[in-house]
Each structure stands twice: as structure tokens, then as C-alpha cells.
């Protein structure tokens, strides 16, 4: 069995962290799929999936982290090429991948109790992002 | 068909670096499926699943490379909110991802000879920690 | 159904990114599979697998990203031990993960319009690089 749904989400950008743990069961309920694979894919090349424990100073520093290795302001030929300036965040996004699976167990996501599914919107303005779950299983 | 199991693994967190090839082989030819998908997925938000050429020079240069991105003294709000000092932990799980998938071909694992699978745990404490296998195919 | 193919690539090393959507999108078409998950994964411990706006000036800007973050020049345990002067290679490999799965949707792989495949070759020459695609669903 396979059940595929396209989510959209209202982002900010610079990095944007988003709890979707929420939907993403929700469309496993949904599918009525005990056991198998759930994929989690950010479309377009400006964003990230990731799993974080979900609370607010640790995503901030994950934030930070992000601007300290691949700051906003930094130079990059893909920004002075198409005047976007959003070079940054395609290189985030690159670094980090756009996807992860996560198991599906007897009904449920195999998760950590402080493991959340995140998305992280790079992209240097507020957007409309879409993330597409990907449930194959029985 | 799917099968899937839990592993557990005693580490000593600092990004500590284990060779998990063995386990998920063993776990695939138990399954009896011969090809498909192998989803190796960290249970919990301080540890990262990759691969690496499993030899002592080179996991005590990846540790290094992992301290020198995100140091374990790295100050962070997470730390501070909570007073468990494993903010490092958290972003280093965060940006390396919490599992990957590996192709079943014909019954093995699709690796390189050089390649193995590692679960690298990145929390400030030696503990017991849960690695889920979940085999996907026919 | 699953269906697997192994392609092989010609690259130059230190991180050269391939485009390879036209070959992943050319082998879903053949496998006859129109709903699933399309595993894309880098054989071998020296290259990995992303999704980037694939335009000369980004993968310049990406290629100088890694070259920053992990150089060529950087002297490792694993590097002196081998003598194959590659411990560069194998670290930014191991962060960065050796695969990814892409949701594949009524005939077509969920990817956004400037949203491409790429595989990296972090080695330090050129070589023959092979990936394996797994497709799998209905």
C-alpha cells in the first residue's frame, strides 16, 4: 500500500524550523498503513528535513549554528549570478538533504519521546513551502 | 513484507562512533527478504546514522572534525534552559540526520567494500541507546 | 515491485557534483513503477548524495562551501596511516550521508522545478563512481 500527500506550510525563511510531526501522522492515521516506511521530502532546493527535539531555545541554537557555519551575509556566486541573494540557503540546504524516512511500527512512527520531524525553510524570505509524505507499507 | 527490530547498543556519547554493519546484516538475513530497503533510524534526538570506512585513524578524525564544528564546551541556551549541558549533542544530531537507507540487492546489503554503517552517538553520557532496522521488500 | 540498477559515473574528485536526475528519472520510467520511494544511493565511503538547484555558479559555491569547512590540505589520522592523503574526502562524505529517497508520485519523482539530484565525489582523483537506484512501490 502507498498513500502520498502534498502538505504546505507558511514559513518565514533564514531558517525557519517547523514541527510537523503533527501532520505527518496524521496523513500515517489517514492511510490506514500499520508498518513500513514514511518518507518526508522538502521540495525545492532551499529547505531541509531533520528530526530535533522540539523546544524553543534549542531552536535557536540550531538556528545560530546554521548562521555561524553558512552565514546570511556570506558572498556567493549564485546570489551575484541571478540577484536573489539566497545563495546561503541552498547551500544549507545541500549540506543538510532534503529528506529523511522514518519507520512505521505496529501503527505508529518509531520516534524518540523528545524526537520531533522538523522542516527548515533556508530560503531568505517568508514563503509558502511544501513538504510531500511518502507512506508505503501494510 | 517488512521486518523490523530494535537494537540496543551501550555507547559512551561524545560522538561516539559504532560499526552497526553486522547487526542490520544479520537483521536482514533473518528477515528472510532478499531485496528492497533497509531504513537504519536512530531512536531518539542525540545520535545520527551514516556510513564511514570503519578503521581507528580515520572514526578518531570524524569525532575531531565533529568537536571542531560543534565543541562540547559550545555554549548554548539549550544547555542553559535546561542544565544538561548536551546542546551540542542536540545540533550535531540535528544537522547530520537521523537515519538513513540502504539498498538490498539480491539478498546484501548495496555497500562498498569500504563502507560501513555506523550509529554515531552524540549525547554528553555513556548510555543504552536504540537503533530501529526496518526492512522493506520482497 | 522493486527494481535496481547501478550506474556508473565518470568524476574528478574533491567534491565534483554530477547531475544525475536525467539517469534517476531514465530508470524510473523503465522499472514501469509509477507510486513508491526512489532510493538513491553512493556506493562506496567517499560520496554522497544531495538535491541542489544544479547551476554552474551554485555547485561552485558549494564545492568552495566543503573546501571551507573540511580542505583538502587537512591533515588526518587516517590520511597518515594510509598514505592515501583522502581523509578529507571520507569526513565530508560521513557528515553529509551517502544516499537519499525521493517520493515518486503517479509516474513522476516529487523533486521542485529547480530542485535537481546530485551525486558528490569527495575523493582526491578522478575515478569511476557508482550509484545504485532502487525503486520500489506499484
Redesign the interface.
Known amino acids: 500500500m502507498?498513500y502520498?500527500k502534498?502538505i504546505t506550510l507558511s514559513t518565514k525563511g533564514f531558517s525557519d524550523i517547523k514541527n510537523i510531526t503533527g501532520e505527518v501522522k496524521s496523513i500515517v492515521s489517514h492511510s490506514g498503513i500499520k508498518?513500513?516506511?514514511v518518507?518526508v521530502?522538502a521540495?525545492?532546493?532551499t529547505a531541509s528535513i531533520?528530526?530535533?527535539?522540539y523546544?524553543p531555545?534549542?531552536v535557536?541554537?540550531?538556528r545560530q549554528?546554521l548562521e555561524e557555519?553558512?552565514p546570511a551575509s556570506k558572498h556567493?556566486?549564485?546570489s551575484?549570478?541571478?540577484g536573489d541573494d539566497n545563495?546561503f540557503s541552498?547551500?544549507r540546504?545541500?549540506?543538510?538533504?532534503?529528506?529523511?524516512?522514518?519507520?512505521?511500527?505496529e501503527g505508529g512512527l518509531?520516534?524518540?519521546t523528545?524526537?520531533?520531524i522538523?522542516v527548515i525553510d533556508h530560503d531568505n524570505r517568508p514563503r509558502s513551502r511544501e513538504v510531500?509524505i511518502?507512506v508505503?507499507?501494510?
Chains 1, 2, 3 share one sequence.
Open positions: 502507498i502520498g502534498r508498518n513500513g516506511l518518507s521530502f521540495i525545492g532546493s531533520s528530526t530535533i527535539e523546544e531555545a534549542l535557536e541554537d540550531m549554528q557555519f553558512i556567493t556566486r549564485h551575484q549570478t541571478w545563495g541552498h547551500i540546504a545541500t549540506f543538510m538533504g532534503p529528506g529523511i524516512c522514518v519507520p512505521l511500527s518509531v520516534l524518540g523528545w524526537q520531533q522538523i510531500f511518502q508505503m507499507g501494510e
